[in-house]
């Protein structure tokens, strides 16, 4: 009964190719997350969607492109992946009223090469 | 902006010793704050947060928090460590950006326990 989701858990790609990662939550939440943790642990906030909605576009390349087909999945689909890109992407949810209590996924550490 | 502050990247203590890691924030109005922790290879776990009234918070894992304004500071204590409080330690603090609310983090503070 895993709350918040995310597949694949592991990604090694080249450079220039495009990858998505998928993100799922099962609590009900409305709202849902995308963070970008450096290799020094350093949590940013990519994007926020509530209900489908985008609500949050933090400074990001043009190469991420965030989608919600409906409010229990977010995913992230990356562009002409670039060495830079190398992070571990967190997803996560919280409940309309209270959108500072966030539960997170188990991330996807990803590596490109 | 705010922004939050956590002097010690690394901390290393005896299981059984107490604990405090530090965190430090910025921000003109009462903050939101938050401790999550994160286990190896794990996502972000909330330990406890800091909304008003009292102001020492009890969480989860017998953590517990002292929010201290003049300080501007939400310190993390624990009495007596366990093995498997080997973690990374993020401190929280909720901002609002674009009309909605986020959550900035600090640069986390890695706890390794020792036998």
């Known amino acids: 009964d895993t709350a918040v989701s995310q597949?694949?858990?592991?990604?090694?790609?080249?450079?220039?190719?495009?990858?998505?990662?998928?993100c799922e939550q099962n609590l009900g939440h409305d709202t849902m997350y995308w963070y970008k943790q450096d290799s020094k642990k350093f949590l940013k906030i990519m994007f926020s969607y509530n209900n489908k909605e985008l609500i949050i576009n933090e400074t990001v390349p043009n190469r991420f492109s965030p989608k919600?087909?409906?409010?229990?999945?977010?995913?992230?689909?990356?562009?002409?992946?670039?060495?830079g890109d190398s992070a571990v992407y967190f997803c996560a949810s919280s409940p309309e009223w209270d959108r500072y209590e966030q539960y997170f996924g188990p991330g996807t550490r990803l590596t490109v090469t | 902006?705010?922004?939050?502050?956590?002097?010690?990247?690394?901390?290393?203590?005896?299981?059984?010793?107490?604990?405090?890691?530090?965190?430090?924030?910025?921000?003109?109005?009462?903050?939101?704050?938050?401790?999550?922790?994160?286990s190896p290879?794990?996502?972000?776990?909330?330990?406890?947060?800091?909304?008003?009234?009292?102001t020492l918070v009890q969480g989860i894992k017998g953590f517990e928090a002292e929010f201290k304004r003049s300080q501007s500071s939400f310190n993390?204590?624990?009495?007596?460590?366990?093995?498997?409080?080997?973690?990374?330690?993020?401190?929280?603090?909720?901002?609002?950006?674009q009309g909605a609310q986020k959550l900035v983090f600090g640069q986390g503070t890695r706890l390794t326990i020792n036998p």
């Not at chain 2, 290879?41 to 009292?54: A, C, I, N, P, R």
């Open chain 1, 7 to 22: 597949t694949p858990k592991y990604l090694v790609t080249q450079m220039g190719n495009d990858k998505s990662i998928k």
């Open chain 1, 68 to 83: 919600s087909p409906d409010k229990a999945h977010l995913n992230l689909h990356i562009n002409s992946l670039e060495l």
């Open chain 2, 41 to 54: 290879g794990q996502g972000l776990q909330l330990l406890l947060k800091y909304f008003s009234g009292d």
């Open chain 2, 76 to 97: 993390l204590r624990k009495p007596s460590v366990h093995w498997s409080d080997a973690a990374e330690y993020f401190c929280a603090v909720g901002d609002i950006i």
């Open chain 2, 1 to 38: 902006a705010q922004s939050v502050t956590q002097p010690d990247i690394h901390i290393t203590v005896s299981e059984g010793a107490s604990l405090e890691l530090r965190c430090n924030y910025s921000y003109g109005a009462t903050p939101y704050l938050f401790w999550y922790v994160q």
